[in-house]
């Protein structure tokens, strides 16, 4: 079965820093990525996706993601955190295997200080 | 709007009681899928819809949970004799077709505090 992995539950920056949040997935292919961030209150929102192609990919709100097939990992990066993107953020992995079902990461909570 | 809309945003009710969660999934999405958020927690899966098929309903936690889609479109997640572990956003979000390389669309959630 697949699995999606976020090793940090919660990440401290300071504004204007650079952000990194790991992801990594378990699947015998490559699988559908995407990243999704949710604001509170909110539902989750699509940040970018990857299927194929160019291993770097963006998205909204000045994100992008690299993906890496030999460390199976989808990590989400910007080079500078503004205040609003404190979050927090999804990795997921298309259904695969017959299911309908994506499989979603625990989250990771983005905390920017001033 | 042209988005996910769930209703009510906040539901607080008594344990013991029942509750009607509404979901209005984007129109022309076929597929439509029920998730729980618990404090500080992921997503877990409840159940999916898709066209007319059988649900998917292997995430469903106990008996007291149940879904319905009627016409394809609107959908209702039932929650019976609710106790206060049940207290969770819950998530709604639909896609075209349900196919893997689609992402999701997610409404705001409702909110459901058991006292």
């Known amino acids: 079965a697949q699995s999606v992995t976020q090793p940090d539950i919660h990440i401290t920056v300071s504004e204007g820093a650079s952000l990194e949040l790991r992801c990594n997935y378990s699947?015998?292919?490559?699988?559908?990525l995407f990243w999704y961030v949710q604001s509170p209150g909110q539902g989750l929102q699509l940040l970018l996706k990857?299927?194929?192609?160019?291993?770097l990919v963006q998205g909204i709100k000045g994100f992008e993601a690299e993906f890496k097939r030999s460390q199976s990992s989808f990590n989400l990066r910007k080079p500078s955190v503004h205040w609003s993107d404190a979050a927090e953020y999804f990795c997921?992995?298309?259904?695969?295997?017959?299911?309908?079902?994506?499989?979603f990461g625990r989250g990771t909570s983005l905390i920017v200080h001033p | 709007g042209a988005g996910v809309s769930q209703s009510p945003s906040n539901k607080v009710t008594e344990k013991g009681k029942d509750v009607e969660l509404r979901c209005d999934p984007i129109?022309?999405?076929?597929?439509l899928y029920w998730y729980r958020q618990s404090l500080g927690q992921g997503l877990e899966f409840l159940i999916y819809?898709?066209?007319?098929?059988?649900?998917?309903k292997s995430g469903l936690p106990s008996d007291r949970f149940s879904a319905e889609r009627t016409g394809g479109s609107v959908s209702t997640l039932t929650i019976q004799r609710t106790q206060q572990e049940d207290s969770a956003v819950y998530l709604c979000?639909?896609?075209?077709?349900?196919?893997?390389?689609?992402?999701?669309?997610f409404g705001d959630g409702t909110r459901l505090s058991i006292l």
């Open positions: 979000a639909s896609s075209p077709d349900g196919a893997s390389n689609q992402p999701q669309h």
């Open positions: 699947y015998g292919a490559t699988p559908y």
């Open positions: 990857y299927f194929s192609g160019d291993t």
């Open positions: 997921a992995v298309g259904a695969t295997g017959g299911s309908y079902i994506p499989t």
């Open positions: 129109s022309g999405h076929t597929a």
């Open positions: 819809f898709q066209g007319n098929s059988a649900p998917d």
